[in-house]
């Protein structure tokens, strides 16, 4: 029985795990919040007390730290008392938190693949280039750490791993489909930091077919989908992390992802990257001054975690898993469907966050519980789906099932 | 017979100022050109050199001066015993190098409204803010200055006076065109520096109708033109600095000013002003550096000088003149068309360039002959255009006019 949780970030979806921590404190035990600013932590902590989502009394304290200090942060593992670590800082600490977990014996989650800020939008294996080295080391030590438990990647592994069992004997192809049919009311917005954001279009889309690694450019193959409650939306074929772990544990498969983009969005993205106002690379302006475009970018774009208020709308997010079963062709959708306000008006963030920062809460939980505390390094669907799904449903993910014509609960 | 030629400015209008003043040099005299960075002028006299653009021989130096510094500029212009000064410098520096003129008694020549760099886009009456506020002082000295003798304001007000004073008895409109039908073969580039070209763009459209100011937003008007060579354009009404002089001299005409764009431009622009990166206030990126945006999309578009060898089509800028004649109404359109790969053959420079550098020189031979030598200060629809077209005729830049069907040379 692990407790007490120590989360590193305090972005917006950090704020969405404190709170779901918070609803949770009475398995969770002592909650406690790090990032480089602990003004950021405090702000956090002071929005869980207004709105009292402390489930029982407890600890709830603000930290400062270097995530990219791996010695800092096992001293902070230590000095708190933490047993599981939910990392949604940026994605550049993977690494030097899951060694300060390593070090310290502490569980580790996390929610995205980790980057090398020299090296963005690296080649396939991907988890193969930082995390997985660790695997042996995570064995070998005992060391639970689940990758990828937000919710692409994550609950959508999950979802891929449930169709498999449940519903075929072999797969042949799992398409991951990624829908925000809210509006945020603003010309234009990311929904997760810009240079995060705009990252994932930037490079060479991955995917894996006819179980080779196959390459294409962004927005290069776009198609409709008819889905249940947004309805017919265009997403196009992108790069994912979990394409890559999916690809391993189903080579079989062909893997695919797929990101819901409106025309203006892409139009405007278009601009800013055909005019190189997308690159990480600095330019000098006609004074002299050396700035990053992208940052500049940033600086004129609306604050991700601003647009919560006014985001109204849903996402629709799931796999449409297809393959054999007796001998005959089967496919299903597993999905789950989120809404902006409602988010909003429970934890204070949109929708968008609230799918990312909800699953690896409810991979805490599990870790507590035991029922995921795998003692080595796991992606999601290399775990059990279905106590996950249980505590989804509870705490706001609900999953959902149409096969054969029919849309049920996962567990109807 | 005034004499001997200083060029302040080092851009790519500079470039042509300098090649057609070379060119002209049995009547000019002595050439000297000045910028803040003396090297650029030393590249421009050198590409004349390479040219063999120098008609016979004699003087062409290169100086640095700080033009906004109005007594640096005259101790320049005594020093070299220029006579007049052909200004294509930023539009910052209209006021000190005519007040250098003033001082000094050399003629003046420009070919764009004064900008003050804190109040850009400003309401009409645009030359009464400042430049005709120097009237009477020009008047008093007996000093010379020519403004906007580019070719719109320029050539396009000497079209006007043409077209009203040699086709009707009374003029009702004047609708000056302006379309750069070329292509340069970049995703997105401007013509001019960015931040002086966006500025037209991004204030408020003023133009003159029933005899008075009217506004509209920058796009909100737009019309197709059928024109001659370059065919039908669409172009969009605009402000621009003719169209108030022209609405002084002409106060019973409606005046508008018409400048071609392409839907891909338009896009571009409003994707840019949409999200603030046009701005001249300065934000601040994550990392707390101050930046205006404006100038960091300066620094990742194409140098304008960039373009001029891969710059190909050509240029139709025109006024559609409407009136009454022995109680008949009468329309006429003069016009110019110019060929970007022509120019660049010719000067090493694109056709935008090259219809703004020729007329100021075409007015400084018209200084040197005496015709434009007035002993006061002038827009060019107040001076006589015929001489003015003569020598365009001859050196790059023929008139021509539609009228009853029939296109001719303006004085067939």
Same mark, same amino acid.
């Given at each position: 029985m692990k407790r007490n949780v120590l989360i590193i970030g305090a972005g917006g979806v950090a704020q969405v795990v404190a709170h779901k921590c918070a609803q949770n404190n009475d398995t969770l035990g002592d909650l406690h919040i790090a990032s480089r600013t602990r003004a950021k932590c405090e702000a956090i902590i002071a929005s869980v007390h207004e709105k009292s989502a402390m489930k029982v009394d407890g600890v709830f304290d603000a930290h400062a730290v270097d995530a990219m200090d791996s010695a800092a942060v096992a001293a902070l593992i230590r000095q708190v008392g933490a047993e599981i670590v939910i990392n949604v800082g940026t994605a550049f600490v993977n690494m030097t938190v899951l060694d300060a977990c390593i070090e310290t014996g502490a569980a580790y989650i996390d929610t995205a693949i980790h980057e090398d800020p020299e090296k963005?939008?690296?080649? /396939? /294996?991907w988890y193969g280039n930082y995390e997985w080295k660790k695997r042996d080391l995570c064995a070998q030590k005992g060391v639970t750490a689940i990758l990828g438990a937000g919710f692409d990647p994550g609950v959508v592994n999950a979802f891929a791993r449930f169709a498999i069992d449940e519903y075929m004997d072999e797969v042949t192809s799992i398409d991951i489909v990624d829908i925000n049919? !809210?509006?945020? !009311?603003?010309y234009f917005a990311t929904n997760f930091d810009p240079e995060i954001n705009f990252r994932e279009f930037t490079g060479t889309v991955y995917y894996w077919e006819d179980q080779q690694w196959k390459e294409k450019k962004m927005f290069e193959s776009g198609r409709d989908w008819d889905l249940p409650v947004v309805g017919t939306q265009r997403a196009y074929q992108s790069g994912h992390d979990e394409v890559h772990s999916l690809a391993a544990n189903y080579p079989q498969a062909d893997v695919r992802f797929w990101m819901g983009f409106g025309e203006h969005y892409i139009n405007v993205f278009t601009v800013l990257q055909s005019l190189g106002l997308l690159s990480e690379q600095p330019v000098k302006t006609a004074e002299g001054l050396e700035v990053v475009p992208l940052k500049v970018v940033k600086a004129v774009l609306p604050d991700p975690s601003s647009l919560a208020p006014d985001y109204t709308g849903k996402t629709c997010i799931g796999d449409l898993v297809k393959g054999r079963k007796d001998g005959k062709d089967v496919e299903v959708f597993v999905y789950n469907v989120a809404d902006h306000a409602e988010a909003y008006a429970e934890v204070g963030s949109q929708g968008i966050s609230y799918t990312a920062g909800v699953p690896p809460v409810a991979a805490a939980l599990l870790i507590a519980s035991g029922d995921w505390d795998a003692g080595t390094m796991k992606n999601v669907e290399e775990l059990n789906p279905k106590p996950f799904f249980t505590i989804l449903d509870r705490i706001g993910l609900p999953t959902r099932v149409e096969f054969n014509g029919t849309d049920t609960a996962w567990n109807a």
């Open positions: 963005i939008c690296e080649t /396939p /294996p049919a !809210g509006s945020h !009311g603003k």
